[in-house]
């Protein structure tokens, strides 16, 4: 069954994490892992807010490919979202080991406007149902 009020508290979350990443342009200020950390918390939260609307009950993982697999079950949109995989490593590897940023360093805008794309897409999700 779904689970609307488990994923309005997750988009809320969420979005405490892309109003973060939205103050964190300044790669002088915050380095890719700070910011990569912040776009893996979004993405996870919004995932199980996804699965929480299917009415699937998420594991307690920080694997953001096992989520979206979870979510692609139910949803074929979902694929949309893809690219955000490559965040799951900023959840706990990037935290306690060294990334070298010089060889690639995060696009934040693009993946900004995939966050919020993926929060959009949860939003209207919770809306539909909300309206029933």
């Known amino acids: 069954m779904s689970d609307p009020k488990q994923a309005r508290i997750l988009l809320e979350l969420a979005e405490r994490d892309i109003s973060a990443l939205r103050g964190m342009g300044d790669p002088s200020v915050f380095a890719d892992e700070v910011f990569g950390f912040n776009v893996q918390q ?10 929480s609307l299917l009415g699937v009950t998420y594991p307690p993982v920080h ?33 306690y080991e060294f990334r070298d940023t010089a060889a690639e360093a995060l696009d934040r805008n693009k993946a900004l406007r995939q966050t919020e794309a993926l ?9 539909g149902i909300e309206e029933f």
């Open 42 to 51: 979004a993405v996870e939260k919004l995932f199980k807010a996804w699965l």
């Open 63 to 95: 694997d953001l490919r096992r989520l979206l697999d979870m979510v692609s079950s139910h949803d074929a949109d979902s694929v949309h979202f893809e690219a955000l995989i490559d965040y799951t490593p900023y959840a706990v590897q990037f935290r």
């Open 119 to 127: 929060q959009e897409a949860v939003c209207e999700r919770l809306t």
